[in-house]
Each structure stands twice: as C-alpha cells, then as structure tokens.
C-alpha cells in the first residue's frame, strides 16, 4: 500500500508561481502523477512521469507551463507550476501507480488558488 503526501499548495496571484511536492512511502518503483478537481467539475489529470523520470506527460492546458521532476532518492515527486491562470485553481491530488495511465493510490489532496 502507497501512502501520497501532498504539500506546497496556496494562495498565489496570476503569473505567479507554485511548487507541489508528494512524499511516497510504502512502495517502489511506481509511475506517478498529479491530477486536479475545480469546484463543479470532474478530477482531470495534469501530468504523469514514469519511475525513471524520463518519461513525462501533461494535459495541453499545462504544456510550457507546468513541469513535473521526481527524485527517487527522497521518494517525491514535484509539480512546478508557473505562470499561473484563475483556471488553474482546483484541488491538486498526487497519484501512484504501475503506469501513468494507472493511478492507483491517491493523496489527499492540497488546495491551489490562483487569484486574478
């Protein structure tokens, strides 16, 4: 069993910047992921990497904007998040799994909040 701690999230202005960190334990050699849910809407995915990190994988919407890194070594893996858009507010969920199209195991869950 994979236990996913987020932390990082918060209130930022638009253009601003964030950095997501997920703290993995209880398991190895997992793809990983982040995906969010706005108010209203379903959860959607954002972007995934593979357990090597030389894989990566992002919704169009986040493309040059957001980048997503791991270190094993720590066992985290990180959204870095620029350039920031109202739209991008939502709850930002880390994921684990055997793929990136596989997310098994879920976090909590951190709030982003993108002010205009």
């Known amino acids: 069993q994979v236990h996913l701690v987020e932390s990082g999230g918060g209130l930022v202005q638009a253009g601003g910047s964030l950095r997501l960190s997920c703290a993995a334990s209880?398991?190895?050699?997992?793809?990983m992921g982040w995906s969010r849910q706005a108010p209203g809407k379903e959860r959607a995915f954002v972007a995934g990497?593979?357990?090597?990190?030389?894989?990566?994988y992002y919704t169009d919407s986040v493309k040059g904007r957001f980048t997503i890194s791991r270190d094993n070594a720590k066992n985290t893996v990180y959204l870095q998040m620029n350039s920031l858009k109202p739209e991008d507010t939502a709850v930002y969920y880390c994921?684990?799994?055997?793929?990136?199209?596989?997310?098994?195991?879920w976090g909590q869950g951190t709030q982003v909040t993108v002010s205009s």
């Open positions: 994921a684990a799994g055997a793929r990136v199209g596989a997310l098994d195991y």
């Open positions: 990497i593979n357990w090597s990190g030389d894989s990566t």
């Open positions: 209880g398991g190895t050699s997992y793809a």
